[in-house]
């Protein structure tokens, strides 16, 4: 069956340099969740879209921004990275009628040095 | 607010049976996940509590008590693979579906 797809699946970028993650939902799953999870911490909410529309908002740092297009494919886009940006960044994508049916890309390894 | 709170790390026997506790205060939600996560993966679904009570899947089963504010993963014969982070989550309805995460257990599994 297919998948959360996450691409790159890791990424290597300069301090105050610019980086996009692209998440790819499961067919038919029409709400993707980004989270963010550091080294030995749990996942952090950041943003999520319903349809296109941002549908609610976390701990996303100004400096990132997000959108979802009409093929409900999602980016996150951050700009001016810091060292603490470094983690692994998860997509997780539902269809809005089922909440119980949330399910994650392998994730985005993004290092910034 | 919603504290998820788990213990930190556990260790346990192959073979043997562990249980993973998961306390939370929040003001409502519409179920519980369990996810497990070996390092640098990606959380893959273990289990989902809606209504109180227990839930079997094979060697997982999870529980859920709302008035308790209380949950368990329970692990049955165990296997080295299993040793891993186990992640407690509220799944809560605002504008969208959000899973809030508890901090993660992690459960080294020796021979």
């Known amino acids: 069956a297919a998948g959360v797809i996450q691409s790159p699946r890791h990424l290597i970028k300069e301090k105050r340099e610019t980086a996009t993650l692209k998440c790819y939902p499961i067919p038919r799953h029409d709400t993707v969740y980004w989270y963010q999870q550091g080294p030995g911490q749990d996942p952090q909410f950041l943003i999520s879209f319903y349809e296109k529309m941002q549908s609610d908002k976390g701990s996303i740092p100004d400096r990132f921004s997000a959108q979802q297009f009409s093929d409900y494919h999602s980016e996150l886009n951050m700009s001016s990275l810091e060292l603490g940006d470094s983690a692994l960044y998860f997509c997780?994508?539902?269809?809005?009628?089922?909440?119980?049916?949330?399910?994650f890309g392998e994730g985005s390894w993004l290092t910034v040095v | 607010g919603q504290n998820i709170d788990q213990p930190t790390e556990m260790t346990a026997t192959e073979g043997a049976i562990v249980q993973i506790n998961c306390t939370y205060q929040t003001s409502g939600f519409n179920g519980l996940f369990w996810y497990q996560q070996h390092a640098g993966e990606a959380p893959t679904f273990l289990s989902y509590n809606v209504l109180d009570g227990l839930e079997e899947k094979g060697r997982f089963s999870s529980f859920l008590s709302r008035s308790k504010g209380y949950s368990y993963l329970l692990l049955k014969e165990l296997q080295m693979k299993d040793s891993a982070s186990y992640l407690c989550a509220l799944l809560k309805m605002d504008s969208s579906y959000k899973l809030i995460f508890g901090s993660g257990t992690r459960l080294l599994v020796r021979p």
């Open positions: 997780a994508s539902s269809p809005a009628s089922s909440g119980n049916t949330i399910y």
